[in-house]
């Protein structure tokens, strides 16, 4: 199934067309019939001639210019058009208008109908078909055949329908990236079956039975029943006009514009950095009152450009809007005059989550900078790419959200394997985070250089504490997260290692200074000497000059043992010589090796008690063993 959106001035002969074409007549209201102008939109299908087998749907949009935010509603999730001229009337105002949305809205496949041929003769049909070329020349339709129709006689439907059927068949399928999302544009209610809503749906499949949340109202709705073409299927392909029987939530709470998708796969947003670019002869300014017109939905923005200046070029703006949308960058909208009406531009979304809005001279041109390249991004994977280089780094799932991006996508920005960007390194995968290579770069540096620099200026130690890699990184105010990410990459890198006690260069050997090693020998000896009645360790570090470095080195390296709540040290020679005279013993009480020892009750039981921590002795009651 491929959707076609109609377009064109009123009363040019758009729904007398898809009538002809489909045996349905799209206008669906009382008034529309008396007036004979569709006001809202109609929807009518047909299945096209040749060997795809395609059916086409057509979304038939009014063309008066009171009810074009109607017609936006219709064309803002559609891709391809049916562009409608009458060869009696020519070029007409709503005509330049329809095209310009069009194109604002990047539809590059369409087919034009010259209709109602059979009111003019042939000399002028032709004329009215180069004329119509020439306003398509330079658009996304330039290259879109014009087919000379008339609805009353049929002559030229044939080769109209087999017209559609070749651009359908050239035009792109609609993307499946297990993403999807549909733009309410109707909403009602079924005697026995409940709420129903309809639309286009793109970017993913939706079957029975599936979970989905509304935007803005973020309603859980669970699908019971669905419809294609008025047949029930049990599931939907992307780009396919669908309706959808959903339980959870009443008309009034999904009304136009609404959208509905999986919880989790899209932002809530107030606020959007764009790409725009103003209509011939306009301009975009912070002054004036507008509405955004995306999707289905029209909401009231405000505009601000990024360089500080009106828009009369296509450019950056920041677009805030009075009321919360879904929205990711690739989003194609149009921006409407509020008051007096008109097109005054559109582009696309290019930050759904941006920043503090730039201040000053400096920070706009940086920002101006940095937006033009994300719009310069080409396809979903180079605008991830773009997201994550211009923070730096994200949180995979919300940098998929922000840009639109399937997992095939997130495969392509982070391995590399995206034509578009054989020049560009490949994202950083740090677990959950995703990190432009720049930042790596970076910070991955100074985390290595926190260990290097440690070992240099205190070399005695032989493991760095994580504190230090954790106190340079934080430097650079990134989050907690991102510093246990980086950390763990390194180590993974094998640019550090994780030891005991913390982290160190691989094959780092700690030494000691001069000093140092006149105060270890010192100590030793002191230790040694004092046995198992060594005193204070307070007392002999500083009598002996022991800094703090070389006192770790030693536990380190088990050349002293901590006892007594830490507060005492013995040497390893005595823990060796007192284990000895206690193996000796078999089976021993603390008095026993009190006696053995030759000591006190005050100095045996912390002996005990460290030789116990350290595995050396196994106590069964108040009886213990060396093992």
Not at 262 to 291: H, N
Request: charged share 20%; hydrophobic share 45%.
């Amino acid at each position: 199934m491929r959707v076609i959106a109609t377009a064109g001035h009123v009363d040019h002969g758009k729904s007398t067309l898809v009538a002809a074409l489909t045996g349905q007549d799209p206008d669906r209201l009382e008034e529309e019939k008396r007036r004979g102008v569709t006001i809202d939109l109609g929807f009518a299908w047909t299945a096209l001639p040749g060997e795809g087998g395609h059916t086409i749907a057509f979304v038939d949009l009014p063309g008066h210019e009171r009810f074009v935010p109607n017609m936006l509603a219709g064309a803002g999730p559609v891709s391809t058009a049916l562009f409608v001229v009458a060869a009696d009337e020519g070029w007409m105002p709503q005509s330049a208008e329809h095209l310009q949305i069009l194109q604002l809205l990047d539809v590059r496949h369409g087919v034009v109908a010259l209709t109602r041929t059979d009111l003019v003769d042939a000399e002028t049909a032709a004329i009215a078909a180069e004329l119509v070329a020439e306003e398509l020349a330079g658009s996304g339709l330039a290259d879109a055949p014009v087919v000379p129709v008339s609805a009353v006689t049929g002559q030229g439907l044939q080769a109209l329908r087999e017209a559609l059927a070749r651009m359908v068949t050239t035009a792109p399928r609609a993307r499946d990236v297990d993403r999807p999302r549909l733009w309410v544009d109707r909403a009602f209610s079924v005697r026995g079956a409940g709420t129903v809503v309809t639309g286009t749906l793109a970017g993913g499949q939706v079957a029975i039975g599936d979970t989905l949340h509304s935007w803005p109202g973020r309603q859980t709705l669970r699908v019971r029943g669905l419809q294609a073409l008025e047949q029930p299927v049990e599931r939907a392909e992307p780009g396919w006009r669908v309706a959808l029987n959903v339980v959870g939530a009443d008309v009034a709470d999904l009304p136009r514009g609404t959208m509905l998708g999986r919880d989790g796969q899209w932002i809530r947003t107030t606020e959007v950095d764009a790409w725009c670019t103003p209509s011939p002869g306009r301009e975009v300014a912070r002054r004036g009152a507008w509405k955004l017109h995306v999707g289905s939905a029209a909401v009231p923005v405000t505009v601000a450009p990024t360089a500080g200046v009106d828009l009369r070029a296509p450019g950056p703006v920041r677009i805030t809007l009075d009321s919360p949308l879904a929205l990711a960058a690739g989003d194609r909208f149009v921006l409407r005059e509020a008051g007096r009406g008109g097109t005054a531009g559109g582009g696309r979304v290019l930050d759904p989550l941006p920043g503090p809005r730039p201040r000053g001279t400096t920070q706009r041109r940086e920002a101006v900078k940095t937006l033009t390249a994300v719009a310069d991004a080409q396809g979903p994977a180079a605008v991830l790419h773009a997201l994550v280089t211009a923070r730096g780094q994200l949180p995979a799932d919300r940098a998929m959200a922000m840009a639109d991006a399937g997992d095939p996508d997130l495969a392509a920005a982070a391995g590399g394997t995206d034509p578009a960007e054989a020049d560009v390194a490949p994202l950083r995968r740090l677990g959950g985070l995703l990190m432009a290579e720049g930042q790596w770069s970076v910070l991955s540096g100074l985390a290595v250089t926190a260990v290097v620099s440690t070992h240099q200026r205190r070399p005695a130690l032989a493991v760095v504490d994580r504190s230090e890699a954790r106190r340079l990184l934080a430097t650079t105010d990134v989050g907690p997260e991102v510093v246990e990410a980086v950390i763990d990459a390194v180590v993974a890198e094998g640019r550090l290692e994780v030891v005991p006690g913390g982290l160190r260069v691989p094959g780092h050997q700690p030494r000691l200074t001069v000093a140092q090693q006149s105060a270890r020998t010192a100590l030793l000896q002191a230790l040694d000497t004092a046995g198992v009645q060594a005193g204070a360790l307070a007392d002999m570090t500083g009598t002996h000059d022991v800094d703090e470095d070389l006192l770790a080195a030693l536990v380190a390296a088990d050349e002293i043992v901590l006892v007594d709540d830490d507060s005492r040290a013995l040497s390893r020679r005595t823990v060796q010589s007192a284990t000895a005279v206690l193996r000796a013993l078999g089976p021993f009480t603390p008095a026993q090796a009190r006696d053995a020892l030759d000591t006190s009750r005050r100095y045996v039981l912390p002996l005990l008690e460290a030789l116990d921590r350290r595995g050396v002795t196994r106590r069964e009651g108040d009886v213990r063993q060396v093992v």
